[in-house]
């Protein structure tokens, strides 16, 4: 129960904030699931029983599924194309250095200090909490965001900084430059979010519109010149995801019928 509430949870953050990280901004949907990981984590640490502690652990995965769509799109429009793979690989390698990260950390709380499992639950909540102040001081907004937003001014400030942190020494990028670099028609489909968003309808008509904004980009995943590509590409997720979770899901079930002696190593 506890495993699959997270798993549920980090289903229905990555759907909801995919959607509404092209509607505000992949930097606000990012800080939001940093936060909501970080506060659940720590909420867990209080849990009285497995009942409220699941619902936690769903609640913390809303926020670990919040922040893949806008980590990885930040990562992508902010890199380079000479390099964009090689940042996204580092991006996603430090989901395995996390990993590696808990086990050290649970070996030394239980093993040599012996303190419960609820400081646990604080102890891995506090690097999210931490890369939430990283994210809020040091990284910005995508400027391929703010383009479509038609915030170019924002845009070229965020795309010149980028460069000169990254040793560009050509011609900054100007206003006019950024704004034509933008289709019309992109433009034009935002426009039209922003007109139905703002349509007075609150919170129902943001989940509609959600709805349907989901739905009509998923579309375009199945049209006939985009499916071989992506059912491959669905299937292989699948697997992998099967194949690595369903046994991390049972591992302690295993350890046990092994006898395993130290589970952490």
């Avoid at 769903?58 to 793979?85: K, Y």
């Avoid at 489909?189 to 904004?213: F, H, P, V, Y």
Wanted: aromatic share 12%; proline share 5%.
């Amino acid at each position: 129960l506890l495993a699959a509430a997270v798993f549920f949870g980090m289903l229905l953050g990555g759907l909801i904030v995919g959607t509404m990280g092209d509607w505000v901004g992949r930097r606000p949907m990012l800080l939001l699931g940093l936060g909501c990981n970080a506060v659940a984590g720590v909420l867990s640490s209080l849990a009285p029983d497995v009942w409220s502690l699941s619902l936690l652990r769903c609640i913390a995965g809303i926020g670990i599924g919040a922040t893949v769509p806008p980590l990885f799109t930040l990562a992508t429009e902010l890199a380079p194309p000479s390099i964009r793979g090689l940042c996204v690989t580092i991006c996603a390698s430090f989901w395995m250095v996390g990993s590696v990260y808990v086990a050290l950390v649970a070996m030394w709380m239980f093993q040599y200090v012996g303190l419960s499992w609820r400081m646990f639950s604080v102890a891995c909540a506090l690097p999210c909490a931490f890369g939430g102040i990283l994210v809020y001081w040091f990284v910005p907004e995508s400027p391929r965001f703010l383009g479509l937003e038609q915030r170019s001014m924002e845009a070229t400030e965020v795309t010149n900084f980028v460069a000169k942190k990254m040793g560009y020494v050509g011609s900054p990028l100007t206003v006019d430059e950024l704004a034509n670099s933008f289709p019309s028609t992109a433009i034009q489909d935002m426009e039209t979010r922003q007109l139905n968003n703002n349509s007075g309808e609150g919170a129902l008509g943001w989940i509609r519109m959600g709805l349907k904004d989901f739905i009509h980009s998923t579309s375009k995943l199945y049209t006939a010149d985009m499916v071989r590509t992506t059912w491959p590409l669905q299937m292989a997720w699948f697997a992998l995801s099967f194949g690595s979770y369903g046994l991390v899901t049972w591992i302690n079930t295993i350890f046990v019928e092994v006898q395993l002696e130290n589970v952490y190593t």
